[in-house]
């Protein structure tokens, strides 16, 4: 059966990353952009990274401009932003798409694994299931991620455990992090 351990990436120099090099420790896997609304999200997830990554566990960011251009500039401008204005520390790799012909097969693989399961309740829901789905109809049938920040828990098995959409509480999250560690 796969794993996330089957799948290499480009880190932010263009070269490849085995995610076997991650084995044995518990992934949230996430696709990031700086100009989002959701951007914010770097903080909660650098104090979870700092508080338990000495337990195994790893936080690998994904830039991606797919959502509304939110994520312009080059590898190294992301870079700089995020340990900058965040203190970021965990892994970040090259910026790549999530959606369509040109999908990230690990994205098209964890969305397949966790398929999008809704924004949850209220009118901040509403609101982005709104222009989620105006952006992600020139996907169609590969429309895997629906917006920015959608988070993927990885077992120490290497199989996706939860699906988070950048709506759900982050403490939920941590929570979840927590139980898989």
């Known amino acids: 059966m796969k794993t996330v351990y089957d ?18 420790k518990v992934l949230l896997i996430v696709n990031t952009a700086t100009g989002c609304g ?3 999200h770097y903080d909660p997830l650098e104090k979870i990274y700092k508080e338990l990554k000495e337990k195994g566990f790893e936080i690998l960011d994904f830039p991606c401009n797919q959502f509304a251009d939110q994520a312009p500039g080059s590898d190294e401008d992301i870079h700089a932003f995020c340990t900058m204005k965040f203190g970021t520390e965990f892994p970040r790799f090259a910026k790549i798409d999530v959606n369509g012909k040109n999908a990230s097969p690990l994205f098209a693989y964890l969305a397949e694994e966790k398929p999008f399961a809704g924004f949850g309740k209220g009118i901040k829901n509403a609101i982005l299931k709104k222009y989620a789905d105006a952006n992600n109809k020139k996907f169609g049938d590969k429309a895997y991620i ?12 290497g199989k996706v455990i939860a699906r988070f959409e950048p709506t759900a509480d ?5 929570k979840a992090v927590v139980a898989a560690l």
């Open 146 to 157: 629906k917006w920015n920040f959608t988070k993927f828990l990885i077992g120490r098995d």
């Open 38 to 40: 959701f951007t914010p």
């Open 170 to 174: 982050m403490e939920e999250v941590k």
């Open 7 to 24: 799948f290499s990436v480009k880190d932010r120099a263009g070269n490849d990353v085995s995610l076997s090099e991650y084995e044995g």
